[in-house]
């Protein structure tokens, strides 16, 4: 791994300047996304800004209609947080199901949120619920935010600061992991909430999170898992690796909604 | 270079480290403690697991200047003296280990584990392994010492 500048600033504004002076900085919180990239030299970021010593960013709150997650908020902490598995238990399943235990003591949401891996599991419940992504200095709705595989509507010295998510009639999550990784080999979020009947989809494809219109149309008729059993997805776009081809990835899609909406 | 001060298994601590360097890398080759092992060094296997603050993580995957400040334990610091640790003793007990390779990963984990848990079901204890591979055991023992080891801690490291 090069050497690279590091700075532990405590507060989000100073983070906000010091990533604006810095020759391509970027951001780390617990760094499960980025550091594994750094160490493969994929990623070679000339300044590092922590928020490990940001205060504030790490609070659970129940605001009513939506439960707003601090952006430094572990998925250990998102899993195991009475508000989120009363109020919304598909968010808390899914924070569950992320890596293995030490990934989920150490990554944060918005870092995953950020860092929008194709195969990351945040970005479908963001999309799925229609989640708003605060930053120091906007609201983005999810369905503004994540444009691309591993690219987002963040600018380079933007820092997101909360999540908020609307609390749904109900939701489901449902994924099938690599065995190795836990990442997503294809993760379906289905919804049925103040953002209307929502399936997203994480893992499958090479342009990243994605809606499935045709199975939304189906659920708003019929919130049953039937409705989308006989929806198929295109292997057309599809991801392809050691764990599933596309067509395979593209059949995982329907079973995991029709797991999804079981669970909701 | 960046001067760092933490705590490691109870001392205090000042080391000299670049922002590159790995908290394993700290541990193993600026302060001697080479308990914690590196296997493959991608955040998978969890042989370099250690407790930050009280929570168990993979120190490949942590910069040694996140720790800034921070309690370190590593597997050195679980013994008093010459007693065992009930965690250690449980895996002797029942020989959770064959070649020992990922032993103290699997141990610091277990503390984890056990802290949130005192009396975790044999399926709670594979779920929580998940990110400690063995290939020696087949995991039978390990999952055994672990359910003996939090009974033992009775909740309490």
Known sequence: ?264 | MPTLELTVNGTQRTVEVRNRTLLVEMLREHLGLTGTHVGCDTSQCGACVVLVDGVSVKSCTMLAVQAEGAAVTTIEGLANGAGLHPMQEAFREHHGLQCGFCTPGMVMSAVDLANRNPDPSEHEVREWLEGNLCRCTGYHNIVKAVQAGARAMGGAS
């Open chain 1, 1 to 264: 791994m090069e050497d690279f500048q590091y700075h532990a600033p405590g507060s989000v504004d100073a983070a906000v300047s010091l990533l604006r002076d810095a020759e391509d900085g970027k951001v780390v919180a617990g760094g499960m996304s980025l550091l594994p990239l750094m160490k493969l030299g994929l990623a070679a970021p000339g300044g590092l800004v922590s928020l490990g010593k940001v205060s504030g960013l790490d609070g659970i709150a129940d605001r009513g209609s939506e439960i707003e997650v601090g952006a430094l908020c572990t998925h250990a902490q998102v899993a195991a947080a009475e508000i989120v598995r009363e109020r919304i238990p598909a968010l808390a399943a899914m924070a569950e199901g992320i890596g293995d235990a030490q990934v989920r003591n150490r990554g944060t949401i918005g870092g995953s949120v950020a860092h929008n891996d194709p195969a990351a599991d945040y970005p479908a419940a963001c999309l799925a619920l229609g989640a708003t992504i605060a930053t120091d200095r906007r609201e983005i709705a999810a369905d503004d935010f994540f444009l691309g595989m591993f690219f987002t509507a963040l600018e380079e010295d933007e820092v997101i600061t909360a999540v908020r998510f609307p609390v749904p009639t109900r939701a489901g999550w449902a994924k099938f992991p690599n065995p190795a990784s836990k990442y997503a080999v294809a993760g379906v979020m289905a919804a049925d909430g103040p953002a209307g009947v929502r399936v997203a989809v994480t893992g499958a494809s090479g342009d990243g999170v994605f809606r499935v219109a045709e199975m939304e149309a189906a659920l708003a008729s019929s919130f049953e898992p039937a409705s989308v059993a006989g929806v198929s997805v295109s292997a057309e776009a599809m991801l392809s690796d050691d764990a599933a081809g596309p067509e395979y990835r593209a059949h995982l899609v329907t079973v995991m909604a029709k797991r999804a909406v079981e669970e909701a």
